[in-house]
């Protein structure tokens, strides 16, 4: 059953680094991130890489196979030829740490960037009502695992540094549309979305949504009625308070 | 070296300590939170089924009494009962308070938050999101950071003012000055570097165990530090034998051995057969609970419809029973061909409705079984889950005895008795990190003066942090942790017995010798072999402490099931095993403590059937007495 498989992995630290060959032991069953433990163990103990959860459910194993941005844990070894050369490298739109470890913060910055729910004054907790189906659109996006995959495949980050400053990413496209679409938020999210966060830079490539490992629809879902929105917004803001008032009543 | 001052420091970034922080910077304390993994990465983000909480929303009969009953009945009466009291009373308002700061549950028909059912708990109670509550909660809580972030910057020009996430930082000791708390002492994953935080309160919410085994559902955090941590500042650990090991988790391929399958697949009407197609469970349900669960297939299945004409399935007996009845099916011969028994949903529910309900199952199995659940069973066996022991700390404000040392989450002990209900510990994160975060505030209000970390105790932490480094030609890390693992999972695992106990704490004494010369190769930076090189020392600590107070207690309770003692015993329900650090800080030491009898209006609650297969006959007449009087 078992076979030795050929990787390729990069190693490296401070800026510098390249590419290492190994050969190791895979056995039935294994995924990409089985081997490089198995790697730790044996060749190399200093090999860093993050996982905690090896079920596909904490989004902390990102790395990219082959040139793909793929979580470890998910990628499974049967997928590739037993001959075949698997190349393992960092998240490329990141400052790496070390060997498959990459510079995240980013991410976190744009977070506290996204103000926080807001519900209206005088909602008590344990008065909320929502029905399921007002409920579900929001919790598409909130199966976010922030694997960060997403972020690391837009090009408007990915070849342009400089747009950093002015791009939340699709991560926060979605986030901000999961409270734009909550029914209980009160927060004007549309206007902000495409002025402060960026929206107006994504051209619809949908890059993100087809790495997203839970599948979620962030362009189609997300992002394009968020651009239908604004313009909306932009056109009439009486659309803008019908929408809030009507959600409300709901 | 750098140093950093707060008011409060709280070691783990899951639900108890995201909470506990939330409560002190509430309460106007400078807090630093700090964790191994990155932020909302930490254990509490794996968990699925739900939060337990007595809200009554699907079934109005439900209340607190009714949550505190099944809590003390799933841990068999040994259960810290002011614990379990107040976990009932208030898990409701913490599952509120989620939602009024973000978290969209699933939803009743009208439109309250929707309650699952789980093994051991008699009304739908489990508060979810799909099968993937855990990830609700941890975003909603780290949002919630998140968001009083946002204010302090507009109040004070700076979001991290008054609370702060140190992410990949690992503390490996805690400061005192005296017999107090004075701060703590770790490394940054990412640079190697060292850091120490100065501060009168710490508040320890570091999880679990369960890499001390090998068939586990825990990830690498789970090295039992703060178990660990508690004991070297002089605490005491509780209930250390008892672990809960799930009776559902995957069996193949073997690298995923030991991953999660949730209870709600059984919540929502999954049964368990063995290779002769037998509900085996049938066969199963113990004497305590005869009267309370179904005893033929047509009265199990019309409860999922009727609940209150009928006793629920025994598939949904607390997870103690049922890991060990697929423990005897396997050793009897009629397991699964990959060597655990049938988890079946595919018959029960129509696909769409699978998809729905359990959708992250549908898509673990799918992607790393190429099993569909939706047509053919899953193959499930006990996997080592959680550990119901930890830090003795008062039920009210989290204190450990070591004053400015604070427990909550799976750390901390005593909640859950000898086996924890599903769901119970969600909603006990938030419940003991609410109180834990309070008590921390509280306590610092009453310091007349902050404690100074005792000169040297920064020196020395930095002198055992690098050995492993320091060290050449010394052995790898790895090895002696595969064998540790190797041998609590056979040897102190889900059936017990003396002389296995005992060749388990020989095996261990020398796993200490050798964890003293290991050698990690590489520099400091984000170097793994060093980090699990550090862990060595706290698993070691906590396995030997598993072991022996398995050792000691010679009954049968929960998760601590010993074959040469198979019966349960009132005798030694009266006792808690207390386990602490021997002087020389090589080993432990365990001793009998007396468990504090149930305050009379609690005790009340029950029948007096019922505590008659618990309770010796002295309690049994104190009971008489206290019903007398009310
Ligand atoms: C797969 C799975 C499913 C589960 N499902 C459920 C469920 O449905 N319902 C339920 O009630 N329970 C469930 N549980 C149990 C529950 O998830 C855990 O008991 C709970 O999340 C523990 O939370 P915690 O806050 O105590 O610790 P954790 O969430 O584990 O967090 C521990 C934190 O401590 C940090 N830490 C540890 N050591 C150090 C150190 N030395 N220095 C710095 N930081 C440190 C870690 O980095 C982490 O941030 C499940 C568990 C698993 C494994
Ligand atoms: S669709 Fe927009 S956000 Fe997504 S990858 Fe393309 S440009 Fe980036
Ligand atoms: S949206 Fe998808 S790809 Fe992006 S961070 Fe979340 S889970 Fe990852
Ligand atoms: S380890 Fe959690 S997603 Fe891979």
Same mark, same amino acid.
């Given at each position: 059953?078992?076979?030795?498989?050929?990787?390729?992995?990069?190693?490296?630290?401070?800026?510098?680094?390249?590419?290492?060959?190994?050969?190791?032991?895979?056995?039935?069953?294994?995924?990409?991130?089985?081997?490089?433990?198995?790697?730790?163990?044996?060749?190399?103990?200093?090999?860093?890489?993050?996982?905690?959860?090896?079920?596909?459910?904490?989004?902390?194993?990102?790395?990219?196979?082959?040139?793909?941005?793929?979580?470890?844990?998910?990628?499974?070894?049967?997928?590739?030829?037993?001959?075949?050369?698997?190349?393992?490298?960092?998240?490329?739109?990141?400052?790496?740490?070390?060997?498959?470890?990459?510079?995240?913060?980013?991410?976190?910055?744009?977070?506290?960037?996204?103000?926080?729910?807001?519900?209206?004054?005088?909602?008590?907790?344990?008065?909320?009502?929502?029905?399921?189906?007002?409920?579900?659109?929001?919790?598409?996006?909130?199966?976010?695992?922030?694997?960060?995959?997403?972020?690391?495949?837009?090009?408007?980050?990915?070849?342009?540094?400089?747009?950093?400053?002015?791009?939340?990413?699709?991560?926060?496209?979605?986030?901000?549309?999961?409270?734009?679409?909550?029914?209980?938020?009160?927060?004007?999210?549309?206007?902000?979305?495409?002025?402060?966060?960026?929206?107006?830079?994504?051209?619809?490539?949908?890059?993100?949504?087809?790495?997203?490992?839970?599948?979620?629809?962030?362009?189609?879902?997300?992002?394009?009625?968020?651009?239908?929105?604004?313009?909306?917004?932009?056109?009439?803001?009486?659309?803008?308070?019908?929408?809030?008032?009507?959600?409300?009543?709901? | 070296?750098?140093?950093?001052?707060?008011?409060?420091?709280?070691?783990?970034?899951?639900?108890?300590?995201?909470?506990?922080?939330?409560?002190?910077?509430?309460?106007?304390?400078?807090?630093?939170?700090?964790?191994?993994?990155?932020?909302?990465?930490?254990?509490?983000?794996?968990?699925?089924?739900?939060?337990? *909480?007595?809200?009554?929303?699907?079934?109005?009969?439900?209340?607190?009494?009714?949550?505190?009953?099944?809590?003390?009945?799933?841990?068999?009466?040994?259960?810290?009962?002011?614990?379990?009291?107040?976990?009932?009373?208030?898990?409701?308002?913490?599952?509120?308070?989620?939602?009024?700061?973000?978290?969209?549950?699933?939803?009743?028909?009208?439109?309250?938050?929707?309650?699952?059912?789980?093994?051991?708990?008699?009304?739908?109670?489990?508060?979810?999101?799909?099968?993937?509550?855990?990830?609700?909660?941890?975003?909603?809580?780290?949002?919630?950071?998140?968001?009083?972030?946002?204010?302090?910057?507009?109040?004070?020009?700076?979001?991290?003012?008054?609370?702060?996430?140190?992410?990949?930082?690992?503390?490996?000791?805690?400061?005192?000055?005296?017999?107090?708390?004075?701060?703590?002492?770790?490394?940054?994953?990412?640079?190697?570097?060292?850091?120490?935080?100065?501060?009168?309160?710490?508040?320890?919410?570091?999880?679990?165990?369960?890499? #001390?085994?090998?068939?586990?559902?825990?990830?690498?955090?789970?090295?039992?530090?703060?178990?660990?941590?508690?004991?070297?500042?002089?605490?005491?650990?509780?209930?250390?034998?008892?672990?809960?090991?799930?009776?559902?988790?995957?069996?193949?391929?073997?690298?995923?051995?030991?991953?999660?399958?949730?209870?709600?697949?059984?919540?929502?009407?999954?049964?368990?057969?063995?290779?002769?197609?037998?509900?085996?469970?049938?066969?199963?349900?113990?004497?305590?609970?005869?009267?309370?669960?179904?005893?033929?297939?047509?009265?199990?299945?019309?409860?999922?419809?009727?609940?209150?004409?009928?006793?629920?399935?025994?598939?949904?007996?607390?997870?103690?029973?049922?890991?060990?009845?697929?423990?005897?099916?396997?050793?009897?011969?009629?397991?699964?061909?990959?060597?655990?028994?049938?988890?079946?949903?595919?018959?029960?529910?129509?696909?769409?409705?699978?998809?729905?309900?359990?959708?992250?199952?549908?898509?673990?199995?799918?992607?790393?079984?190429?099993?569909?659940?939706?047509?053919?069973?899953?193959?499930?066996?006990?996997?080592?889950?959680?550990?119901?022991?930890?830090?003795?700390?008062?039920?009210?404000?989290?204190?450990?005895?070591?004053?400015?040392?604070?427990?909550?989450?799976?750390?901390?002990?005593?909640?859950?008795?000898?086996?924890?209900?599903?769901?119970?510990?969600?909603?006990?994160?938030?419940?003991?990190?609410?109180?834990?975060?309070?008590?921390?505030?509280?306590?610092?209000?009453?310091?007349?003066?902050?404690?100074?970390?005792?000169?040297?105790?920064?020196?020395?932490?930095?002198?055992?942090?690098?050995?492993?480094?320091?060290?050449?030609?010394?052995?790898?890390?790895?090895?002696?942790?595969?064998?540790?693992?190797?041998?609590?999972?056979?040897?102190?695992?889900?059936?017990?017995?003396?002389?296995?106990?005992?060749?388990?704490?020989?095996?261990?004494?020398?796993?200490?010798?050798?964890?003293?010369?290991?050698?990690?190769?590489? #520099?400091?930076?984000?170097?793994?072999?060093?980090?699990?090189?550090?862990?060595?020392?706290?698993?070691?600590?906590?396995?030997?402490?598993?072991?022996?107070?398995?050792?000691?207690?010679?009954?049968?309770?929960?998760?601590?099931?010993?074959?040469?003692?198979?019966?349960?015993?009132?005798?030694?329900?009266?006792?808690?095993?207390?386990?602490?650090?021997?002087?020389?800080?090589?080993?432990?030491?365990?001793?009998?403590?007396?468990?504090?009898?149930?305050?009379?209006?609690?005790?009340?609650?029950?029948?007096?059937?019922?505590?008659?297969?618990?309770?010796?006959?002295?309690?049994?007449?104190?009971?008489? *007495?206290?019903?007398?009087? #009310?």
């Amino acid at each position: 059953m078992g076979y030795k498989a050929k990787f390729r992995v990069w190693r490296g630290e401070g800026g510098e680094g390249r590419l290492e060959d190994f050969t190791v032991e895979v056995n039935e069953g294994e995924v990409v991130l089985d081997v490089i433990h198995r790697l730790q163990a044996t060749q190399t103990p200093d090999l860093a890489v993050r996982w905690n959860c090896k079920a596909g459910k904490c989004g902390s194993c990102s790395m990219e196979i082959n040139g793909k941005p793929r979580l470890g844990c998910m990628t499974r070894m049967s997928t590739f030829e037993e001959d075949e050369t698997i190349t393992v490298t960092p998240l490329r739109t990141f400052p790496v740490i070390k060997d498959l470890v990459t510079d995240v913060s980013f991410n976190y910055q744009k977070a506290r960037e996204v103000p926080s729910f807001t519900p209206p004054a005088d909602v008590k907790p344990g008065e909320y009502r929502m029905q399921q189906i007002d409920v579900e659109r929001s919790q598409e996006f909130r199966k976010c695992i922030e694997c960060f995959m997403c972020q690391n495949v837009c090009h408007v980050i990915r070849d342009h540094e400089e747009n950093k400053p002015n791009f939340s990413g699709p991560r926060y496209f979605i986030r901000i549309a999961e409270l734009d679409m909550h029914p209980y938020d009160v927060a004007d999210r549309k206007e902000p979305a495409q002025d402060e966060h960026g929206l107006g830079y994504c051209n619809i490539t949908k890059c993100c949504t087809e790495v997203c490992p839970e599948h979620i629809k962030i362009t189609d879902n997300a992002i394009i009625p968020m651009k239908e929105r604004v313009v909306d917004r932009k056109y009439d803001p009486l659309v803008w308070l019908g929408s809030k008032i009507f959600k409300r009543q709901r | 070296m750098e140093r950093h001052e707060y008011d409060v420091v709280v070691i783990g970034a899951g639900g108890a300590g995201l909470r506990a922080a939330i409560e002190a910077r509430q309460q106007g304390k400078r807090t630093a939170i700090v964790c191994k993994s990155l932020f909302g990465k930490a254990h509490t983000v794996m968990a699925e089924g739900g939060a337990a *909480a007595a809200m009554g929303n699907v079934n109005p009969n439900d209340n607190w009494m009714v949550h505190f009953r099944d809590t003390m009945r799933g841990g068999k009466f040994l259960n810290n009962w002011r614990m379990a009291e107040l976990h009932a009373k208030e898990a409701p308002d913490r599952v509120w308070e989620l939602e009024a700061w973000g978290a969209l549950f699933d939803r009743t028909k009208d439109g309250k938050i929707s309650q699952r059912n789980f093994g051991g708990h008699e009304y739908p109670r489990l508060a979810h999101v799909g099968d993937r509550t855990g990830l609700e909660m941890i975003r909603t809580l780290q949002q919630r950071v998140v968001a009083l972030q946002q204010e302090d910057e507009k109040l004070h020009g700076d979001p991290e003012a008054y609370i702060k996430v140190f992410a990949e930082c690992t503390i490996t000791r805690l400061l005192k000055e005296g017999d107090a708390i004075a701060g703590a002492f770790g490394y940054w994953r990412e640079t190697g570097d060292f850091v120490v935080f100065d501060a009168p309160a710490v508040v320890l919410a570091t999880g679990g165990i369960g890499k #001390s085994f090998v068939v586990t559902s825990n990830s690498w955090e789970y090295t039992g530090d703060g178990h660990a941590l508690a004991m070297l500042a002089g605490a005491n650990l509780i209930n250390m034998e008892f672990i809960q090991f799930h009776p559902t988790g995957m069996v193949w391929p073997p690298s995923v051995r030991g991953i999660l399958v949730t209870e709600s697949v059984r919540g929502d009407g999954g049964v368990l057969r063995n290779s002769e197609g037998r509900r085996f469970m049938f066969d199963y349900i113990p004497d305590v609970f005869k009267d309370k669960y179904a005893t033929t297939e047509e009265e199990a299945d019309r409860w999922y419809d009727d609940q209150a004409g009928n006793r629920r399935p025994p598939e949904l007996l607390p997870r103690d029973e049922v890991a060990r009845a697929i423990n005897s099916e396997v050793k009897a011969g009629r397991g699964s061909p990959q060597g655990g028994v049938f988890l079946d949903v595919s018959t029960r529910l129509p696909a769409a409705e699978i998809t729905r309900r359990l959708p992250s199952m549908h898509h673990q199995f799918k992607e790393l079984a190429d099993v569909d659940i939706t047509k053919e069973p899953m193959q499930v066996g006990p996997t080592c889950h959680y550990v119901m022991g930890g830090v003795e700390v008062d039920a009210d404000t989290g204190a450990a005895s070591v004053p400015g040392l604070f427990a909550a989450g799976e750390v901390s002990g005593g909640m859950h008795g000898s086996n924890r209900l599903g769901g119970n510990s969600l909603s006990d994160l938030l419940v003991f990190g609410r109180r834990a975060g309070a008590g921390a505030a509280a306590y610092i209000d009453g310091l007349a003066r902050r404690p100074a970390a005792a000169a040297g105790l920064v020196e020395e932490a930095r002198a055992e942090a690098l050995a492993p480094l320091e060290r050449t030609g010394g052995e790898n890390p790895y090895e002696v942790h595969h064998e540790l693992q190797r041998t609590m999972n056979d040897l102190v695992g889900i059936i017990r017995k003396s002389e296995e106990i005992g060749e388990a704490l020989q095996v261990i004494e020398k796993l200490k010798e050798r964890a003293k010369n290991t050698a990690s190769a590489g #520099s400091r930076i984000y170097n793994p072999g060093w980090h699990l090189a550090i862990d060595l020392r706290n698993m070691l600590l906590v396995s030997e402490a598993v072991a022996k107070a398995a050792l000691l207690r010679e009954e049968s309770r929960g998760g601590h099931t010993r074959d040469d003692y198979p019966g349960m015993s009132p005798e030694w329900r009266r006792k808690l095993l207390r386990v602490t650090l021997t002087p020389d800080e090589s080993g432990v030491n365990v001793e009998e403590r007396v468990q504090p009898s149930m305050r009379s209006d609690l005790i009340s609650l029950f029948e007096r059937g019922e505590l008659e297969k618990y309770l010796t006959e002295e309690e049994l007449a104190e009971y008489d *007495a206290a019903v007398k009087e #009310s």
